[in-house]
């Protein structure tokens, strides 16, 4: 099972983008799912996550500017980004606990998406 992310490009400053992510094929449950980044030279950073109790928590230096959100029905979730800034240019990697099926025996897994590069500039 992969993650699959979706919805990465260039955007001028100021601007908005919308990310979203998937397993590429059914699974039984997903738990926590959510953003990372990385920027050139820095260290993969949390960007935002949606726990399986409901709970959002996000990264100090995008609060109020992204919002995550989730349908649990597509096991999708979703990240929109407004006020983009320079600062915000990274590759940006979905990550999830999911639970799945693989011969009829139940497989725990921590997954990472291939990264979708977000680019902010004039």
């Known amino acids: 099972v992969q993650l699959q992310a979706f919805g990465g490009g260039l955007v001028h400053p100021g601007g908005s983008l919308r990310l979203s992510c998937a397993p590429s094929?059914?699974?039984?449950?997903?738990?926590?799912m959510g953003w990372y980044r990385q920027a050139p030279g820095k260290q993969r950073e949390l960007v935002a996550v949606w726990t399986s109790g409901g709970a959002t928590n996000y990264g100090d230096s995008v609060k109020g500017r992204f919002t995550i959100s989730r349908d649990n029905a597509k096991n999708t979730v979703y990240l929109q980004m407004n006020s983009l800034k320079a600062e915000d240019t990274a590759v940006y990697y979905c990550t999830a606990n999911m639970i799945y099926y693989e011969n009829d025996v139940p497989v725990a897994l921590r997954a990472w998406g291939q990264g979708t590069q977000v680019t902010v500039s004039s």
């Open positions: 094929r059914s699974v039984s449950r997903i738990d926590d």
